[in-house]
């Protein structure tokens, strides 16, 4: 039966790979690669880097495939990102039917770690459960976002004893949640943190992290607020994109 290889690659420095995740890598026969749509042509390239630096004299095979985007039009946002999984589910079905054969073994370089904020391991079970094409799946953990921001700030995520707080910019600005003294906030498309309004947080923001263009910065949320929305608009405006994440702790 096909097997499915779903390879945390860590969030941009290829050192920021497991050995289990590069001896995956040399056992795949075939690489899915995302190349457009949602996906930043960087990102394709971090991918392609990763190969050509782990599997050293055993060239890939790669197939590209083109990211469906999410429809806009459809208002409710439970709606809309599950017609979208529903949309790339297809897209894999193909995929595995003409690329892996019978026993063969497709993979996917998953950005960061497949369990944080990433749909690949729902869509593959809906695709299972779609019955068209059998397959088994392993999950390989990789190095996530957060952590590289912990690590390049040199920092602990959560003070002594207390819970820590994952969320999205999206659900920041909802509430702000009051059940842990540290908040991680991803997949920020503008600044979240800007309309907060609060003089008790620090924030220790990261982009890029773990690429050579990685940017820190941290200290009082009220004072360097707005060095972040400049530094992070002028970094948007240079590479096309924009890959944040950011601590905000209560002092
Ligand atoms: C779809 S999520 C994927 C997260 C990924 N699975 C992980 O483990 O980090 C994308 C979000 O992750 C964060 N992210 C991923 N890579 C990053 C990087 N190199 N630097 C800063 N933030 C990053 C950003 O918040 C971005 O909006």
Same mark, same amino acid.
Request: aromatic residues 8%.
């Given at each position: /039966? #096909?097997?499915?290889?779903?390879?945390?690659?860590?969030?941009?420095?290829?050192?920021?790979?497991?050995?289990?995740?590069?001896?995956?890598?040399?056992?795949?026969? /075939?690489?899915?690669?995302?190349?457009?749509?949602?996906?930043?042509?960087?990102?394709?390239?971090?991918?392609?880097?990763?190969?050509?630096?782990?599997?050293?004299?055993?060239?890939?095979?790669? *197939?590209?495939?083109?990211?469906?985007?999410?429809?806009?039009?459809?208002?409710?946002?439970?709606?809309? /990102?599950?017609?979208?999984? =529903?949309?790339?589910?297809?897209?894999?079905?193909?995929?595995?039917?003409?690329?892996?054969?019978?026993?063969? #073994?497709?993979?996917?370089?998953?950005?960061?770690?497949?369990?944080?904020?990433?749909?690949?391991?729902?869509?593959?079970?809906?695709?299972?459960?779609?019955?068209?094409?059998?397959?088994?799946?392993?999950?390989?953990?990789? /190095?996530?976002?957060?952590?590289?921001?912990?690590?390049?700030?040199?920092?602990?995520?959560?003070? *002594?004893?207390?819970?820590?707080?994952?969320?999205?910019?999206?659900?920041?600005?909802?509430?702000?949640?009051?059940?842990?003294?540290? *908040?991680?906030?991803?997949? =920020?498309?503008?600044?979240?943190?800007?309309?907060?309004?609060?003089?008790?947080?620090?924030?220790?923001?990261?982009?890029?992290?773990?690429?050579? =263009?990685?940017?820190?910065?941290?200290?009082?949320?009220?004072?360097?607020?707005? =060095?972040?929305?400049?530094?992070?608009?002028?970094?948007?405006?240079?590479?096309?994109?924009?890959?944040?994440?950011?601590?905000?702790?209560?002092?």
């Amino acid at each position: /039966v #096909r097997h499915i290889l779903l390879i945390g690659m860590g969030p941009g420095h290829p050192d920021q790979i497991t050995l289990q995740a590069i001896e995956a890598m040399r056992s795949a026969d /075939v690489f899915f690669i995302p190349a457009k749509g949602e996906e930043k042509a960087e990102l394709a390239e971090a991918r392609l880097a990763m190969l050509e630096r782990h599997l050293r004299d055993r060239p890939a095979q790669t *197939v590209g495939y083109a990211m469906p985007v999410r429809n806009q039009a459809t208002a409710d946002y439970g709606e809309r /990102v599950r017609d979208w999984h =529903d949309a790339i589910a297809d897209i894999f079905a193909d995929l595995f039917r003409e690329h892996i054969g019978d026993a063969g #073994r497709g993979a996917f370089l998953v950005w960061g770690d497949p369990s944080l904020y990433d749909s690949t391991i729902r869509i593959l079970d809906a695709v299972r459960a779609g019955g068209e094409i059998a397959f088994t799946y392993e999950v390989i953990p990789g /190095v996530t976002s957060v952590q590289a921001l912990a690590a390049a700030h040199g920092i602990a995520l959560n003070t *002594v004893g207390n819970p820590v707080h994952v969320t999205t910019a999206r659900r920041l600005k909802e509430e702000f949640p009051d059940n842990a003294d540290s *908040v991680v906030v991803m997949l =920020d498309g503008g600044t979240a943190f800007a309309e907060l309004g609060r003089d008790d947080l620090d924030i220790f923001w990261g982009a890029y992290l773990g690429t050579k =263009d990685e940017i820190l910065v941290a200290g009082r949320l009220a004072e360097v607020s707005a =060095d972040i929305q400049r530094i992070r608009a002028e970094a948007r405006d240079r590479k096309g994109w924009m890959f944040d994440t950011y601590l905000l702790r209560k002092r």
